[in-house]
């Protein structure tokens, strides 16, 4: 069974840093594009980054470049999104995903992970 599972979220105080991991287990999600997205209470799941199968283009939402970074690690069939300078407005739940193209689409993404929450404090 294909499962994305998310780790890594917490309570940061602003400025500060966190890096989330999706580990990917039941399949080789190293074939698959992986894109990060959030979602805040009461509003639309959003784009962060994606990442290529390959590890050699990336996508970021125009908001966060510069402090969002997405990185893949083969070994470990495992994704990351290393978040810095974090905001308060960066609260929300973080979702890995996986598509079998690279897209900013929430539509075009086959497989989710849970989520993990990540909470920023002014």
């Known amino acids: 069974q294909e499962q994305l599972v998310e780790s890594g979220g917490g309570l940061v105080q602003a400025g500060g840093s966190l890096r989330l991991s999706c580990a990917a287990s039941?399949?080789?999600?190293?074939?698959?594009?992986m894109g990060w997205f959030r979602q805040a209470p009461g509003k639309e799941r959003e784009f962060v980054a994606a990442?290529?199968?390959?590890?050699?283009?990336?996508y970021y939402a125009d908001s966060l470049k510069g402090r969002f970074t997405i990185s893949r690690e083969y070994a470990k069939n495992t994704v990351y999104l290393q978040m810095n300078s974090l905001k308060p407005e960066d609260t929300a739940v973080y979702y890995c995903?996986?598509?079998?193209?690279?897209?900013?689409?929430?539509?075009?993404?086959?497989?989710w992970g849970q989520g993990t929450q990540v909470t920023v404090s002014s």
């Open positions: 990442i290529r199968w390959s590890g050699d283009t990336t």
């Open positions: 039941g399949r080789t999600f190293n074939v698959y594009d």
């Open positions: 995903a996986a598509s079998t193209f690279l897209t900013k689409l929430v539509k075009d993404y086959t497989y």
